[in-house]
């Protein structure tokens, strides 16, 4: 789908990923290009997802800030921190 803002066209898109939705878009320039932001944000669902996805590609074509995701997902944690969380669930 392409969708138009101030004549510019922007390509969003939506991933899912396990439950979640996952926002991206691109902005084609001009000239053919495209500027792509990958992933914009986790959201619940799809249409969220969508939303925030051609909202953030209007905020770049107005030349403001990207907003920012309501949900920003953690880090992915070390294995040393993973088996020590494990090691102390079972001692207690």
Do not use: C, W
Not at 6 to 17: D, E, F, K, L, R
Not at 43 to 48: L, P
């Amino acid at each position: 789908m392409i969708v138009y803002h101030a004549g510019v066209p922007i390509q969003p898109s939506v991933t899912q990923y396990g439950f979640a939705y996952v926002a991206r878009a691109s902005v084609i320039e001009e000239d053919g290009e495209a500027t792509s932001f990958g992933m914009l944000g986790v959201f619940a669902s799809e249409d969220a997802a969508l939303t925030f996805a051609i909202r953030s590609a209007s905020a770049f074509v107005d030349g403001e800030s990207l907003p920012k995701p309501p949900y920003e997902p953690l880090p992915p944690k070390s294995v040393s921190e993973v088996d020590n969380t494990a090691a102390g669930q079972r001692r207690g």
